[in-house]
């Protein structure tokens, strides 16, 4: 039985869309998916989630079923339920919307780019990434471009084809490095997700190294963190671009290693004095290779 919002045992929605009652201060999980519904007293309570400026992101339960129009103005058949932590809410999209469907993998590029920047590795507007939606037709979501990466909202997306294409008219512009991402998602079929981040230690290293054309990493236990690495006694070596504003040319070039079957290009690249990009078979695991690249540069920049 859901319990009106007003009351002592107020009934709250998680962060992974289950509904919690509050007793003594502290949630308790029931069984109540997004979807479900509930009596409230004569009146049957449904669960729906909703990112709209109608009802101010927040999750919102329906009596009976929701309008087909819906997100709609809040009126007396809706209750606010607060949120039960301060975790960003689930994004959800309109079936209109050209990012409908994707809401996961928006989302988890809304919590890469929040932690990057608490890292300090994706400072101000600096960085892009993409989580692959589809393979058959390649599409990706990637960041828009000039957005802060620690503020990205769920309208901060594009998605775009194996070309780099947005495939819907009026969306946002994507990042400039969008061509990158697509290089990656192309060759590799494999991938799941592209990072790229800005940090100090990738930056100097880029520069540090450039002569010698990639950085050179060894020994360290923390490489049996990167994908298919299962001991420190292991040696690698992260490829160096030069920097262009020409991403075209620039995008030519990881083609071609990586259609010249270049080992070095198995886990990453630098572009000099710029930043490092990264994969993975999914976001989960790109963001491991991030973290794990960023410790092994620090550590190399240190002078180990």
Not at 211 to 216: C, T
Request: proline fraction near 8%.
């Amino acid at each position: 039985m859901l319990t009106s919002p007003g009351s002592a045992n107020r009934w709250l929605l998680s962060f992974h869309s289950a509904a919690y009652p509050v007793s003594h201060g502290k949630p308790r999980k029931t069984s109540l998916p997004i979807g479900s519904a509930a009596p409230l007293g004569s009146s049957t309570v449904r669960l729906i989630d909703c990112r709209s400026p109608a009802v101010n992101a927040r999750w919102v339960a329906c009596l009976g079923e929701p309008p087909p129009d819906f997100p709609a103005p809040l009126s007396n058949r809706f209750l606010v339920l607060d949120m039960p932590h301060p975790r960003q809410a689930d994004v959800f999209f309109p079936s209109q919307h050209p990012l409908h469907g994707y809401e996961a993998a928006v989302q988890g590029l809304r919590e890469c780019g929040a932690e990057f920047h608490r890292r300090g590795w994706s400072l101000g507007t600096s960085s892009n990434y993409s989580v692959i939606v589809n393979r058959d037709p390649l599409t990706l979501v990637v960041t828009a471009s000039g957005k802060h990466k620690e503020k990205l909202k769920p309208e901060d997306f594009v998605v775009i084809d194996g070309e780099g294409r947005p495939t819907v008219a009026g969306q946002p512009k994507s990042s400039a490095e969008t061509l990158l991402h697509c290089v990656i998602a192309r060759r590799m079929p494999h991938i799941g997700a592209i990072l790229h981040t800005h940090s100090v230690s990738a930056t100097l290293l880029s520069h540090r190294f450039l002569e010698q054309g990639a950085v050179p990493i060894a020994g360290f236990e923390m490489l049996k963190g990167l994908s298919g690495i299962t001991t420190h006694e292991t040696a690698i070596e992260v490829p160096i671009f030069e920097n262009t504003q020409d991403i075209p040319v620039l995008a030519a070039q990881v083609e071609s290693r990586i259609d010249a079957a270049d080992t070095s290009l198995n886990h990453g690249y630098l572009i000099h004095r710029h930043g490092l990009y990264t994969w993975g078979e999914d976001l989960d695991a790109a963001r491991r290779q991030i973290e794990i690249f960023e410790f092994l540069f620090e550590c190399v920049a240190r002078g180990e």
